[in-house]
């Protein structure tokens, strides 16, 4: 089939986006790194991220070696799969291991660059800190329209198959970035808050020396973890909810739009890749709108971050009107509205997560407040203000579901399969839309740990309180902007989560097809699986609230949450305990460590968070890949449409509740630091302390890990859809 013309803005805004993030490459690494002891301590964090790195992918080359191979049994043995699905499974786990690999190599070599640029001013260190975090939005997007645009081509050019075949196949590569995107954020968060939790009880809590200092073992072991956690870990993850929404949203459109004629069929596929692809150039145009002035307030920095990310927002909103009109798709007033809730679900739920966690206002304070009074009242105020915290983002993804989900449909009430199919398709647009302007809202987040690790340089560098004030403040910043940018990943996961439900009915009819086998509709009647519309596959397999199998299965996904967040909470723990253990013995054995003239053992530190990441990971990431896979083989289509259901209200809810709870006790032992309640030192600051490596966990392992969960769990669903067909 002919591919539009318009279709090209595609690979041309990959292009763009890439070499916009080589150009902030170029720029940070023509800034001065600083002095020669704060180059020393950047490239011990430079060598140990990436010794980590390189042994996390040995790891995850073992897993994808093993998956492809029965991809490929199940493609060229059994017959039950597309034979372009053990490529395109590689294809997107290597491009998400790039997206992670070059963000975290960016990250490294830019926080001492941001610590020696807030020497001149607090503007120098934003902009430095900030346009680094750009390189990872930028690659991330670059990278995901450059894969989905040869994937496009290649099918088209290479095959006779129908576009709702190369669309659900496309969605292959999703599990690729899936698979690599939950290790990453699995043992990067491992290694990251094991190193953290370790310097904190016996730092700052037992010998009471501050955060970041020289004297503390496992100090650059807890930085290397700022950029194998949030850094790789989440570049990895936004690769695949960026892919996999776009992806989905294809899915849907081919399905929605197929009997209008291949070229309105065609255009509501590359509808989604269209808007992605003028998000990255709004993108750019927010990069360069962020700065800040001397002696700024939180809620000034606050504010320059949300004028970029607000005006993309705006912008892309209105450019939606003008591309969807242009492709001349069938109610496009709709389809762009549906887009704008989307975009003002992502903006509520980031406000919300921004109001739960910063020090600037109420939940917080109060937290702080509550340790005056010791850890058990912080951590009970946290666990509060967390639970509390998920109303917000459960009602505004709720109502973004209906109104996408109408506003696509011409408010069709119906239930009708065309109804249906684009009405789903409306939701599938709404998450690219939350997505399209990818490229800075990750910016804000990459930031954070690029801005943590600054801070750490010049604490260990010694270079001087009012230097070491203005890095605290762009740490705090950070600190607020990695909460949002986790509600903003979790928020966007449940939509194209559920996005992901629709085409994994369309996966289970084109196996059918494969398979020769037939359905019988809801007027009695034998058909193809092909010609069924969603009643009536929805009829053939009994999946209403009545039949056990789906019941069952929504039980096995809430469960499959709260299963992976115990398993990953208990391995920081007991990996934190290894931790614990080793600086307590140096403090012990090391003479002259904690007056200065002895020297830490930080390899040894580095090494336990190394080997306790790689070895704790495996299980939990592995199970997510095969619970979808039993569910389909015991329950069949029924129940993994109950697991997918019950992952995504559990899982999501869950991530909200966790990522809130531990940047509101992160924040709250900021707020102190700053000086309220006694201030650093202090019994209300040790008690805040210790909320804060609770929440250590909470929100940089088990939390953001969930989203690519609920993913990972859809994506798992649909490439073994043959299988479920098979033995079901």
Known sequence: MNIPSVFWLVPIASVVALSMAYYFFRS??????????????????????????????????????????????????????????????????????????????????????????????????????????????????????????????????????????????????????????????????????????????VGKVEADIPEDDPRNPATIADNVGDNVGDVAGMGADLYESYCGSILSTAALGAAAFGVAGLEIQLKAVIAPMLIAAVGVFLSLLGIFLVRTKEGATMKDLLHSLSLGTNVSAVLIAAATFGILYFLEIENWVGLSFSVISGLAAGVIIGQATEYYTSHSYKPTQKISEAGQTGAATVIIKGIGTGMIST???????????????????????????????????????????????????????????????????????????????????????????????????????????????????????????????????VAGQTINAADATIPDFMNFFQINLMNPRVIVGAFIGAMAAFLFCGMTMEAVGRAAEKMVQEVRRQFREIAGILEGTGTPDYGRCVEISTKAAQHEMIIPSVLAIIIPIVVGIILGVAGVLGLLVGGLAGGFTLAVFMANAGGAWDNAKKNIEEGNFGGKGSFAHKACIVGDTVGDPFKDTSGPSLNILIKLMSMVSIVMAGLTVAFS
């Open 28 to 201: 940070m690494m023509n800034a001065d790194e600083g002095t020669p002891r704060m180059k020393e301590i950047a490239l011990y964090v430079r060598k140990g991220a990436m010794a980590y790195l390189w042994q996390q992918y040995k790891v995850v080359l073992i897993v994808f070696v093993v998956l492809c191979l029965l991809f490929t049994f199940m493609a060229f043995g059994l017959n039950v799969q597309n034979r372009w699905v053990p490529f395109a499974f590689l294809t997107g786990g290597l491009f998400s291991g790039l997206a992670g690999f070059f963000g975290m190599k960016t990250a490294t070599y830019a926080s001492a660059r941001t610590a020696n640029a807030a020497r001149q001013s607090l503007n120098s260190g934003l902009k430095v800190a900030f346009r680094s975090g750009a390189v990872m939005g930028l690659t991330v997007v670059g990278l995901g329209l450059l894969d989905i645009a040869i994937w496009f081509i290649v099918l088209n050019g290479l095959t006779d198959d129908s576009l709702i075949t190369i669309t659900t196949t496309m969605l292959t590569f999703g599990m690729g970035a899936s698979t690599q995107a939950l290790f990453a954020r699995v043992g990067g968060g491992i290694y990251t808050k094991a190193a953290d939790v370790g310097a904190d009880i």
């Open 391 to 521: 109303c917000i983002p459960v009602i505004t993804i709720g109502v973004a579901i209906m109104l996408s989900y109408l506003c696509a449909n011409g408010f069709d009430l119906s239930m009708s399969s065309a109804s249906l199919a684009q009405g789903l398709y409306g939701i599938g647009i709404a998450a690219v839309g939350m997505l399209s302007t990818l490229g800075i809202t990750l910016a804000t987040d990459a930031y954070g740990p690029i801005a943590d690790n600054a801070g750490g340089n010049a604490e260990m560098c010694q270079l001087g309180e009012e230097v070491r004030h203005r890095t605290d403040a762009l740490d705090a910043l950070g600190n607020t902007t990695a909460a949002t940018g986790k509600g903003f990943a979790i928020g966007s996961a449940a939509l194209t989560a559920l996005a992901l439900l629709a085409s994994y009915i369309e996966e289970i009819k084109i196996a059918m097809e494969r398979a020769g086998e037939t359905l019988t509709n």
